[in-house]
C-alpha cells in the first residue's frame, strides 16, 4: 500500500483571466504562453515536484480544453504516478446538479472528497497565474515549526506599490496581527502572494462553515482566512524573497516575459537544480539568415528569422520575413511577421499573421501624450492585413484589412 502523502497541492487553475483580455478568449489564463517555450502554469507544476510533493489537483473551470490537453498525464512534470500523480479536477454534476466553483473557497469545498482520499496532515493552496521559483517545503517545515493552521507566503513589494495588494500587519514572532485589502494607505509593504499551507483538519472546518454561510462569497481571502484570523486560529506569515511575478494583465505579461532579458532579474529558468519542466513543441533548431540581425532576445526552437529582432522574445516556429522589425515584443508561436511590417511594444498570440509593411504597436518615446500609449496585443490566429495600422493599447481579435 503506497504510503499516504504529508502535504498535497490544489492549483487554482479555473480563472477566465479577464483583464489578459483576448489572450484568453479561447484559453484559461494558465494555459497563456510564457517566455519562449513555457505556459504559465508550468511553475507551480514544477515547483511542486521540485518541493517533493507529487499529488496535485488541478482545478479548471473556463476554457479548460487547451489546459487538459497540455497538462495530459502530467509527464512532463514526473507527475504520472499510479499513486498520487497529477489530477484535473473540474466541476462535475452532483445529485443536485451541477454547480459551478462559486469562488477559491467553494471550489476546494467541491473537492473535499478528492483530498480526503489522500488523507493529508497539510493542503498548499495555489494559483495558476504567477511566475516564480519556490521551495514550498520550506514553508511547509516553517509552518510545522510554528505549529500554525494557516501560513500565508509573503513578500515585501515596494511602498508606491503596496495599495494593490492584499497586506499583512505582523508581530515580532512572524505570526499575523492584522490584514488589510488594498488600502489606499498602506501600513505595511508585506503582500500575500495567494500561496497557503493549511492544516487541512482545521481547513475542513473552515470551508465546511464557510459554504454553510449564505452571506459568504466564499473566498479565501475575503471570508475564510479573516473567519480563522477572528476565531484566533494561529496564523503565520513566511517571508519569500526570490522573483515572483502576478501576470494577470497585459503589461505584467509583457514586462514578466522581459524581465528574462534583464541580467539584473533573478530568475533563471537554466538552474539545474530548479528546472522548469514543459510540454514544448518538438521542432527543429531555430535558423538565422544572412541578413538578420537578433540583440538581447530569446528565441525558441522552429524559428525562421531574415529581419531585425531586439529585446524580444520569440516562441516556436515564429517566422520574420526579410525586412522585416520586431522590438520590445512577445510573438508567440506560429506567427508570421512578414516583409516590411513592423511590430514593436506588443504582445502577438498564436499563429497570428501580420503582413507586408503592417505596423503594430509603437514606442512610447513617439507619443506626444503618454496616457495613450500601452501595450498592444494581436489575438490568436488574427491577420493583420497589408499596411495597416494597429495602436498603442489596441486589442484586435478579428481580421484586419489592408490599407493601400
Known amino acids: 500500500m503506497a504510503r499516504k502523502p504529508e502535504c498535497i497541492a490544489m492549483l487554482l487553475a479555473g480563472g477566465q483571466g479577464s483583464r489578459l483580455g483576448i489572450l484568453t478568449k479561447n484559453i484559461a489564463k494558465p494555459a497563456v504562453p510564457y517566455g519562449g517555450k513555457y505556459r504559465i502554469i508550468d511553475f507551480p507544476l514544477s515547483n511542486c515536484v521540485n518541493s517533493g510533493i507529487y499529488t496535485v489537483g488541478v482545478l479548471t473551470q473556463y476554457q479548460p480544453l487547451v489546459l487538459n490537453d497540455y497538462i495530459g498525464n502530467g509527464q512532463p512534470w514526473d507527475l504520472d504516478r499510479s499513486a498520487g500523480g497529477v489530477h484535473i479536477l473540474s466541476p462535475y454534476q452532483q445529485i443536485k446538479g451541477t454547480e459551478w466553483y462559486k469562488g477559491t473557497a467553494n471550489a476546494i469545498y467541491q473537492n473535499i472528497n478528492f483530498i480526503e482520499r489522500y488523507n ?28 500554525a493552521d494557516c501560513t500565508i507566503a509573503m513578500l515585501e513589494v515596494p511602498w508606491e506599490e503596496a495599495s494593490r495588494f492584499g497586506l499583512m500587519i505582523l508581530n ?24 497557503y499551507v493549511f492544516t487541512w483538519e482545521k481547513l475542513r472546518k473552515y470551508l465546511i462553515e464557510d459554504e454553510a454561510n449564505k452571506n459568504s462569497g466564499n473566498d479565501f481571502g475575503h471570508d475564510v482566512i479573516p473567519a480563522m484570523k477572528e476565531n484566533g486560529e494561529r496564523m503565520f506569515a513566511y517571508q519569500f524573497d526570490g522573483y515572483w511575478k502576478d501576470v494577470g494583465t497585459i503589461n505584467s505579461l509583457w514586462d514578466a516575459n522581459l524581465d528574462l532579458l534583464n541580467p539584473k532579474v533573478d530568475l533563471e529558468l537554466d538552474d539545474d537544480n530548479w528546472k522548469i519542466y514543459s510540454r514544448s513543441p518538438i521542432a527543429p533548431p531555430h535558423f538565422a539568415g544572412k541578413d538578420s540581425v537578433i540583440e538581447n532576445s ?15 522574445v520569440l516562441f516556436a516556429n515564429v517566422r520574420i520575413e526579410e525586412g522585416a522589425n520586431v522590438k520590445y515584443s512577445i510573438v508567440m508561436p506560429g506567427t508570421i511577421i512578414k516583409k516590411g511590417a513592423t511590430v514593436q511594444y506588443s504582445i502577438v498570440a498564436e499563429n497570428a499573421v501580420i503582413e507586408e509593411g503592417a505596423t503594430v504597436g509603437m514606442s512610447p518615446e513617439s507619443m506626444s501624450n503618454i496616457d495613450d500609449w500601452g501595450v498592444a496585443v494581436v489575438g490568436n490566429g488574427v491577420t493583420i492585413g497589408n499596411n495597416a495600422v494597429v495602436a498603442p493599447k489596441a486589442m484586435v481579435d478579428e481580421d484586419m484589412g489592408g490599407a493601400e
Open 120 to 147: 493529508p496532515e497539510y493542503v498548499l493552496i495555489l494559483s495558476g497565474d504567477h511566475i516564480y521559483k519556490m521551495d514550498y517545503s520550506k514553508m511547509l517545515d516553517y509552518h510545522k515549526e510554528k505549529n
Open 298 to 312: 530569446m528565441i525558441t526552437e522552429g524559428c525562421e528569422i531574415h529581419g531585425n529582432v531586439d529585446f524580444s
Open 172 to 195: 515580532d514572532d512572524g505570526s499575523i496581527s492584522e490584514f488589510e485589502e488594498k488600502p489606499k494607505n498602506p501600513r505595511s509593504n508585506k503582500a500575500s502572494m495567494g500561496v
